[in-house]
């Protein structure tokens, strides 16, 4: 069945580090996936998403990767801020269906 | 651009009522999409409307209804309120084509005593 996960619930780093936040889905025939960034008393926000036919995708400052063999996409979020702290969602939409699948999420905090 | 607008951003309910969510999508775009966020569930699709049909439903009963209308906005009804209601209602919007980015509201908070 479809399911996406995030390896970690909590993800705490320094500023200025980079934060790596990784998630597995075990739907192969996925082919579009999304990162949303949600802040309190905030809904998901778009961040940046990913084809299922390709493996990396750049942004401002953050990078998606995609491993379809082992079914793993992560966020890289280069050089955090303090406005990075937030909870990290990864979610899948499946082919010809506007429904997505949302992982449980990681809360990254940055650390000063 | 405006973002996804979702009206009222608060609501107390009490049980056996009923109550309606109202979105207004992002201009342009045809497909709403409803999502219950609660702390144990996480985020759970309810259904998906594009041009005033429904196209796509998840695993909710069927006290939740939903519609949208000729201009794209969307309604959601819960009818019968339960206590387990209580959550965050999420509202997303897109162009309704494959690949098309979900882009979310800020959500209703409804609170069932």
């Known amino acids: 069945g479809e399911s996406v996960g995030l390896h970690l619930p909590t993800l705490s780093v320094q500023e200025g580090d980079n934060s790596i936040i990784n998630c597995a889905y075990s739907?192969?025939?996925?082919?579009?996936f999304i990162w949303y960034k949600q802040e309190s008393g905030k809904g998901p926000q778009f961040i940046i998403d990913i084809r299922s036919n390709m493996d990396k995708r750049q942004g401002q400052r953050v990078t998606v990767l995609l491993n379809k063999t082992v079914k793993h996409l992560s966020l890289q979020i280069a050089a955090t801020q303090p406005g990075d702290s937030a909870v990290y969602f990864c979610?899948?939409?499946?082919?010809?269906?506007?429904?997505?699948?949302f992982g449980q999420g990681t809360r990254l905090t940055i650390n000063p | 651009k405006a973002g996804v607008t979702q009206t009222p951003r608060y609501l107390i309910k009490t049980r056996g009522q009923q109550v309606t969510l109202s979105c207004s999508p992002i201009s342009g775009h045809r497909s709403v999409s409803w999502y219950q966020q609660t702390p144990g569930q996480g985020l759970q699709f309810l259904f998906e409307y594009f041009s005033e049909t429904q196209r796509n439903k998840g695993n909710f009963p069927g006290r939740f209804s939903g519609r949208q209308f000729s201009n794209s906005r969307s309604e959601m009804n819960v009818s019968t309120l339960e206590l387990g209601d209580s959550a965050l209602y999420l509202c997303?919007?897109?162009?309704?084509?494959?690949?098309?980015?979900?882009?979310f509201g800020n959500g209703t908070r409804l609170t069932v005593t």
């Open positions: 979610a899948e939409l499946g082919q010809g269906a506007q429904k997505l699948v």
């Open positions: 997303a919007s897109s162009f309704g084509q494959t690949n098309s980015p979900l882009h």
């Open positions: 739907n192969s025939a996925s082919d579009y």
